[in-house]
C-alpha cells in the first residue's frame, strides 16, 4: 500500500534509494564482499589480488617470504651466468623458462609464470629485479669467494617453489684482489699509477618523475672510443638498461645514480629505464 500523499513516482524511487543503501553498508561491513585480501592493488578486482594459483605453505624461504608451491611440471625455472665486464664488475644474466617478468604488477596477484626476482650475496638481498640482466658492480663484492643466489617470485611476493623449495639459481663469484690473478679484479694490474676511472667526454643528466622524462628524450651524438657518463634520477626504484652494450644500473628511488660507459660501438643505442619502460636518451655513435 502506498503512503497516503507520497506520488507514486517518488515512493518507488524512495525505495530504490534505500535498497542501494542498505546493499553498500552492508558490502562496507564485510569488505569486498567478504573475502579478505593481503594485496589489494588499485583497479586489481578480486580474482587478481587472491590468485588461486598453487598452494599457498606456511613455510619460508630464508628471507621470510611464504612458499608458493606448483607442480614440477610446467614450473618456472631459473639459471644465473656471471661473466666480467670490460669497465667495472660483473655482468649477471639470468636465463629463465615458463617465466615472465611483470614489473608492472608488482603487488598484484600471484598469476601463473609471472613475477620478478630476487638477487642474494651469500644470503644478503642485493637488489630486486625486473628482467634478465643485471650489473653488479665491484664495489659490492668483497675479496674473496662468494655464492650469488636469485630466486624467483610471484607479483605477490610470495617465492615460487616445488616440493617445498624455492625456485633458485646459484654460482660461485670470485673477487681477487687487485694484482692477483684468478677471478674478476676490481681494479686492473698496472706499471703505472691510472686514475681508478676516467673523466667523461660527455654527461648526460636526466629526471625521471610522474612518468615523465626531463629533458625530453632525444639523441646524444658520440665518436666511437667517446666515454659517456649517463646521470638519472628517478622518483622510484628502477633499473637503467643500455641496448646493444648489455649495461644496466640499479637506480634508487630518489638519488641520483651514474653509469659510465665506452662507446666502442657504432651505431644507434636506446637507453631505457625496465620498470617504467621510459626510453631516456638515444646513444648515436659514428
Not at 14 to 36: E, F, I, Q, S
Not at 148 to 158: E, G, K, N, W
Not at 194 to 201: F, I, L, M, R
Not at 245 to 259: R, V
Request: glycine fraction near 12%; charge should be neutral.
Amino acid at each position: 500500500m502506498r503512503p497516503v500523499g507520497v506520488p507514486p513516482r517518488r515512493g518507488a524511487r524512495a525505495a530504490t534509494l534505500l535498497a542501494l543503501v542498505l546493499l553498500l553498508t552492508g558490502g562496507a561491513a564485510t569488505g569486498c564482499g567478504g573475502r579478505a585480501t593481503t594485496h589489494h592493488k588499485p583497479g586489481t578486482s578480486h580474482e587478481q589480488a587472491t590468485g588461486s594459483v598453487g598452494t599457498l605453505l606456511e613455510a619460508q624461504d630464508p628471507t621470510g617470504h611464504r612458499l608458493r608451491e606448483v607442480p614440477a611440471e610446467g614450473a618456472p625455472q631459473v639459471q644465473l651466468a656471471a661473466r666480467p665486464d670490460s669497465e667495472d664488475g660483473w655482468n649477471l644474466q639470468l636465463t629463465v623458462k615458463n617465466f615472465r617478468f611483470t614489473p608492472d604488477s608488482t603487488g598484484g596477484a600471484a598469476l601463473p609464470g609471472a613475477g620478478h626476482a630476487h638477487l642474494e650475496l651469500d644470503g644478503r638481498k642485493l637488489a630486486r629485479l625486473y628482467g634478465p640482466w643485471f650489473h653488479l658492480p665491484a664495489a659490492q663484492v668483497p675479496e674473496g669467494v662468494h655464492t650469488l643466489t636469485v630466486r624467483l617470485y610471484a607479483d605477490d611476493h610470495t617465492a615460487w617453489a616445488v616440493t617445498g623449495k624455492a625456485i633458485e639459481g646459484t654460482l660461485q663469484l670470485t673477487a681477487a684482489a687487485p694484482g692477483q690473478s684468478g677471478g674478476h679484479s676490481h681494479t686492473p694490474p698496472s706499471p703505472t699509477p691510472v686514475p681508478s676511472e676516467a673523466p667523461a667526454d660527455r654527461t648526460v643528466t636526466v629526471t625521471v618523475r610522474d612518468g615523465k622524462v626531463t629533458p625530453a628524450p632525444g639523441r646524444t651524438e658520440l665518436r666511437r672510443g667517446e666515454r659517456v657518463a649517463l646521470r638519472v634520477t628517478s622518483d622510484r626504484a628502477d633499473t637503467l638498461h643500455v641496448h646493444g652494450y648489455d649495461k644496466e644500473l640499479a637506480l634508487p628511488a630518489g638519488q641520483e645514480a651514474t653509469l659510465v660507459l665506452t662507446a666502442d660501438r657504432t651505431g644507434l643505442f636506446e637507453v631505457e629505464t625496465h620498470g617504467s619502460h621510459l626510453v631516456l636518451t638515444q646513444l648515436l655513435v659514428r
